[in-house]
Structure formats: structure tokens, C-alpha cells
Nanobody, 120 residues
Framework: QVQLKESGGGLVQAGGSLELSCAAS????????MGWYRQAPGKQREFLAI???????NYADSEKGRFTISRDNAKNLVYLQMNSLKPEDTAVYYCNARNGGIYYATQNYWGQGTQVTVSS
């Protein structure tokens, strides 16, 4: 089993920045790609970014340029640097890990989420 723990959320003013982190534990040998999703009130969970074990990345078109994903394989950590935040970025942000790559996996794991609130 894989466990994921997000941290780094909080309250920030519009135009500000936050860096989220996610720590993976458990059966980490099962993990290949890791990513970030978010879910705003009244909306479906939305894909943001994903990174493979080798460092290949893919971003949602809507956030490309503002958000940057990175990882530290030795520490089993994945990060999401968020810049130029907007009130519409307010959501619960979830860490994702999978046993496959960016485009396909048969097993997915999720963290409990961390709240990000952007004030105007």
C-alpha cells in the first residue's frame, strides 16, 4: 500500500505564491509517476500536473506557466510551485501517485488533500 501526505496549503493573497509538497510512504517501489489535482467547491476534480520518475512532465493547459511540478526521488517527495495565484485557484489540492507513467496506470493512490485559499 502507498500512503500520500500533502502539506503547504494555506491562505494567500491574489498574486502571491505557494509551494505544496507531498510525501510518499509505504510500498514506494510501486510508484512511477506522481501528480497534482485540485477540486474547487461545486466542481469536479481537475488535473493540474504530472511528473514521471525520470522527470518528464505534463501540465494542464489552463495552468501552464504559473505552476511547476518537481520531485525528489531520493526523498520520495513531489512539489507543486504555484505563482501568480488567483481567487479561482481556491480549492483542495490532492497528491496523486500511480504505478504507471504519465499516460497510463492500473493503480492510483491519493492523499487526503490540502486546502489552498486565495483572497482578492
Amino acid at each position: 500500500q502507498v500512503q500520500l501526505k500533502e502539506s503547504g496549503g494555506g491562505l494567500v493573497q491574489a498574486g502571491g505564491s505557494l509551494e505544496l509538497s507531498c510525501a510518499a510512504s509505504g510500498s514506494i517501489s510501486s510508484i512511477n509517476a506522481m501528480g497534482w489535482y485540485r477540486q474547487a467547491p461545486g466542481k469536479q476534480r481537475e488535473f493540474l500536473a504530472i511528473i514521471s520518475r525520470g522527470g518528464n512532465t505534463n501540465y494542464a493547459d489552463s495552468e501552464k506557466g504559473r505552476f511547476t511540478i518537481s520531485r525528489d526521488n531520493a526523498k520520495n517527495l513531489v512539489y507543486l510551485q504555484m505563482n501568480s495565484l488567483k481567487p479561482e485557484d481556491t480549492a483542495v489540492y490532492y497528491c496523486n501517485a500511480r504505478n504507471g507513467g504519465i499516460y497510463y496506470a492500473t493503480q492510483n493512490y491519493w492523499g487526503q488533500g490540502t486546502q489552498v485559499t486565495v483572497s482578492s
